[in-house]
C-alpha cells in the first residue's frame, strides 16, 4: 500500500524551514569566511605505498583499521571519469563557494511538491566536509555543519586540492575508500583509462556504496551505472553507440586483490623508513610478476621444506631489478616469510671465478695456460672434485667450466686466502666465516657464507669489467639507472677472461648454450644449489635448498639450479644482450702462442700426491651406504700410524694393525668421518647413512 503525501501545510512549512536554511547557510558564509584562517587544511591518512621503478604500485598496505585508501590525484585519473563526476553530483561546482544556493532551493522545491526528499543539494565540497568530520545523525544542525566546514575548505583549499580529497576518501563498500583503491578492487587496474562502464560505475558507487557493492549486489551495482549513463546522456561527455555498449557491459561480479608484489623487499623498506608513506624502489614491476610466477611453477615441484630465492641486478648501476624469496609469503612449511636473497648459506664453488681472476691479475695463469688436475695435498687438507676423479692436464679455462677443485685450491694457494677475503671485503660483499675461523685454503669451495644479494652483485661487478656498484633496492638515492657507487672487483681484462670462460661453460639439459655466461655451485652435504649467470646488461642468481639448512639429496647446483636460471633469463628477455667486447689489453692467444711462463703452471709443485698420512679408502666420500641397526660398518685406512677415527668430530675409535675399524652408526643421516694420525695428518669424507628396507 503506498504512503500517503504528506499535507500540505507540513510541506510548506518544510519548504520554509529550508528556505531557512539558506538564509542561515548565508549567515554562516561570513562567519566561515572569517574564521578560515585559524582553520587548518585537512590532514589525512592514506595506504603506505610501494612503488617500482617506473612508478607503478607494487604493494600497498591498509591503514591500521584494515581500511584500503590510496592517495589520489584528479592527473592520475581518467578525464572523463572526473567530468562525469562533476556533471552527476555537482555541475556547478567550478562555481560556487562551497554551497549551490540552486541546488538547495532545488531540494526544497521538490520536496514541497513530492513530499519526499528527491535530491539533497549536497555539493562535492559539503561531501568532503561530510567526509572528513562524519556525524551519525542527518539533522538539520548536522547539515549547517557540513555547509560551514565546506566554506571553510573553498576559502583554505583550491578546487583541485577539494577534488583530490573526494577522489581520495569517497567510499566504494567495504574496506575500499577512493577511486585508486576501487578500481583496483573492481577492475584489476589504475583508473588513469577507464571504460564508460567503468566510470559510471566509479560515478554511481559513492551514492550507496554498501547498497551497490558489485561483489555483494551486481544487479543493483548494474543499475545505478545505467542511471548515471542516462542522467549524463546528451551532455557531450560520450556518444550513444558507446552508452548502447556500457548497457550492455558486464558488471564486475567479483572483488580483487589489490597489488601484492615484491612482498619482501617492501616490507624491508616500509621497515626501514616506518614514517614514509611512499617508497620507491628499482624493482621493475615485469620483471618482479615473471619471476614471481615462475617461483611458483617452480615450487609446486620442488620437495616438501624445499625453497628458493632469485634475484636481479642491473650490471651498469647495480639496481635490484627483482627480488623473489619463495612462493607464497604464507607457506609456513618453506618458510615463506623469510628473506632469503639475505640469507648466508654456503657457495659451493660460485667463487672459483674470482679466484681465477686474481690468478690472472698476477700474471700467474691465462685462460690457455695448462695447469695439473691430480690427487694433492696442502698438509692435512686433500680436495677432491664432485665427481671423485681426476682429469690430469686440462687448461685453466677447461677446469673453470668443469668446475675442478684440485687446481682451484692450487691458485687459490698461490694468490692468497686472505687476499681473497679483503677484496671481497673492499667490493662490499660480506663473507661470514664459523665462529673463530679465519680464511683458509677451503674458502674458494664454499668454505665460507655469502647472500644471494652478494653473490649477484659480485657477477654483476665481473659483467661491468670488473666495476662493482653497492646493491641499490630504493630509488630514493638516486636516479633510476644511474650508479651511486663504484669499487674495483677485478680488473678489465681479468673480468673478460672469466665472461669468456664462463660463456663456455656446458648449459643444463635442453638449454642453448654460449648466450649467457654462468656458474654454479654446490654446498657440502648437498644443502645449497646455486647458479649465477650474466649477459651484457643483467645479472640472474638463483638458488634452492631447505631454509633450514638440512641436506637435501640430490640438491645439485647444475642439477637443480641452472635449469632455473636458464628459465629465468628466458622469462625476462627474448634474447640475452651480447657481452662486451675485449678490453685493448686484453691476450687473444692459443697455448703455443703464449708467453714460456704462461704456456703451464709453474708455482706449485705439490702434485706428487705423496704422502705417509691417513687416507680413507672406504667409504668413499659421497658414497650412501644401507646400515643395520645391529651391523657395524667397516672403516678401512690406509697409511698412517696409531690412526684415531672421528664421526662428526666426535671419537669413535681407533684402527687396528691392518687399518680397520668396525663402526656402529647411531642412525641415519649426512655424516663425516675424519681420521688423524700422531703427526696430525688427516683426511675426510662425507656420506649417506640410510636403514636397508
Request: charged share 20%; hydrophobic share 45%.
Amino acid at each position: 500500500m503506498s504512503e500517503k503525501p504528506r499535507p500540505l501545510w507540513q510541506r510548506l512549512a518544510a519548504g520554509a524551514l529550508l528556505a531557512g536554511t539558506i538564509f542561515a547557510a548565508g549567515s554562516y558564509a561570513w562567519l566561515a569566511g572569517v574564521r578560515a584562517a585559524a582553520s587548518p587544511p585537512p590532514m589525512i591518512a592514506t595506504s603506505v605505498e610501494v612503488l617500482d621503478r617506473n612508478g607503478r604500485l607494487l604493494r600497498p598496505f591498509t591503514l591500521p583499521d584494515g581500511r584500503w585508501r590510496l592517495a589520489a590525484d584528479a592527473s592520475q585519473v581518467d578525464p572523463r571519469y572526473v567530468s562525469m563526476l562533476i556533471a552527476y553530483e555537482d555541475k556547478r561546482f567550478y562555481e560556487h563557494a562551497g554551497i549551490d544556493p540552486r541546488a538547495i532551493l532545488r531540494a526544497a522545491w521538490q520536496f514541497v511538491t513530492h513530499g519526499r526528499i528527491v535530491s539533497g543539494g549536497s555539493t562535492l565540497t559539503m561531501q568532503v566536509a561530510r567526509l572528513l568530520e562524519p556525524r551519525p545523525e542527518r539533522t538539520l544542525w548536522a547539515k549547517l555543519a557540513e555547509m560551514r566546514r565546506a566554506i571553510e575548505l573553498e576559502a583554505r583549499l583550491s578546487k583541485q586540492e577539494i577534488l583530490q580529497l573526494y577522489i581520495t576518501l569517497a567510499p566504494f563498500g567495504g574496506n575500499l575508500e577512493g577511486v585508486r583503491a576501487a578500481s583496483l578492487a573492481y577492475f584489476g587496474k589504475e583508473p588513469r583509462r577507464l571504460s564508460l562502464a567503468e566510470a559510471a560505475l566509479l560515478v554511481a558507487l559513492p551514492q550507496a556504496p554498501e547498497a551497490r557493492r558489485p561483489d555483494r549486489q551486481a544487479s543493483a551495482a548494474a543499475s545505478g551505472r545505467r542511471r548515471v549513463i542516462q542522467r549524463l546522456e546528451g551532455k557531450g561527455l560520450f556518444e550513444a553507440a558507446e552508452a548502447e555498449f556500457a548497457f550492455a557491459a558486464e558488471a564486475p561480479a567479483g572483488r580483487r586483490a589489490l597489488p601484492n608484489l615484491a612482498f619482501h623487499a617492501a616490507e624491508e623498506a616500509r621497515q626501514e623508513c616506518p614514517s614514509a608513506t611512499l617508497h620507491r624502489l628499482t624493482i621493475d614491476m615485469a620483471a618482479q610478476e615473471r619471476l614471481e610466477a615462475l617461483a611458483i611453477e617452480r615450487a609446486a615441484t620442488l620437495e616438501p621444506g624445499v625453497s628458493l630465492a632469485m634475484v636481479v641486478v642491473d650490471n651498469a648501476s647495480g639496481e635490484i631489478l627483482a627480488r623473489v624469496s619463495g612462493a607464497d609469503p604464507q607457506d609456513r612449511g618453506r618458510a615463506g616469510a623469510v628473506d632469503l636473497t639475505h640469507a648466508f648459506r654456503s657457495p659451493g664453488s660460485t667463487l672459483k671465478p674470482l679466484i681465477y681472476g686474481m690468478a690472472f691479475e698476477d700474471g700467474l695463469v691465462h685462460p690457455e695456460t695448462l695447469i695439473e688436475d691430480r690427487p694433492t695435498r696442502f698438509g692435512a687438507y686433500r680436495p677432491r672434485n664432485f665427481d671423485l676423479d681426476y682429469q690430469g692436464t686440462v687448461s685453466v679455462k677447461r677446469a673453470l667450466q668443469m668446475s675442478l677443485n684440485v687446481p682451484a685450491v692450487v691458485l687459490m694457494q698461490a694468490v692468497g686466502p686472505q687476499r681473497l677475503a679483503a677484496r671481497l671485503g673492499a667490493a662490499g660483499v660480506d663473507m661470514r666465516l664459523p665462529p673463530g675461523d679465519v680464511p683458509g685454503l677451503a674458502v674458494g669451495l664454499g668454505g665460507a657464507g655469502v647472500t644471494l644479494e652478494g653473490l649477484a652483485t659480485l657477477y654483476a661487478g665481473l659483467a661491468n669489467g670488473g666495476a662493482l656498484h653497492r646493491a641499490r633496492h630504493r630509488l630514493e638515492e638516486g636516479i633510476a639507472g644511474q650508479a651511486v657507487e663504484s669499487r674495483t672487483i677485478l680488473s678489465p681484462v681479468a673480468s673478460w677472461y672469466l665472461a669468456g670462460i664462463l660463456a663456455g661453460s656446458p648449459p643444463p639439459r635442453n638449454a642453448r648454450g654460449g648466450l649467457i655466461a654462468f656458474k654454479t655451485g654446490t654446498s657440502f652435504g648437498y644443502r645449497d644449489a646455486w647458479s649465477v649467470g650474466f649477459d651484457g646488461r643483467r645479472t640472474i642468481a638463483v638458488w634452492i635448498g631447505r631454509p633450514d639448512g638440512q641436506p637435501v639429496p640430490g640438491m645439485i647446483g647444475r642439477e637443480r639450479a641452472a635449469p632455473l636460471l636458464f628459465d629465468a633469463f628466458a622469462r625476462l628477455v627474448s634474447r640475452p644482450a651480447p657481452l662486451p667486447p675485449p678490453p685493448h689489453d686484453a691476450l687473444v692467444a692459443r697455448n703455443g702462442d703464449l708467453p714460456v711462463a704462461l704456456r703451464r703452471f709453474q708455482g706449485w709443485d705439490g702434485y706428487a700426491g705423496a704422502s705417509n698420512g691417513p687416507r680413507i679408502v672406504f667409504p668413499p666420500s659421497g658414497a650412501t651406504l644401507d646400515v643395520e641397526p645391529s651391523t657395524p660398518v667397516p672403516l678401512k685406512i690406509q697409511g698412517g700410524e696409531g690412526v684415531r677415527v672421528l664421526v662428526d668430530e666426535e671419537p669413535a675409535g681407533v684402527t687396528d694393525a691392518a687399518g680397520l675399524l668396525m663402526w656402529q652408526p647411531a642412525g641415519e643421516g649426512f655424516v663425516r668421518l675424519t681420521v688423524m694420525d700422531a703427526a696430525g695428518s688427516s683426511d675426510s669424507v662425507s656420506i649417506r647413512l640410510r636403514r636397508s628396507r
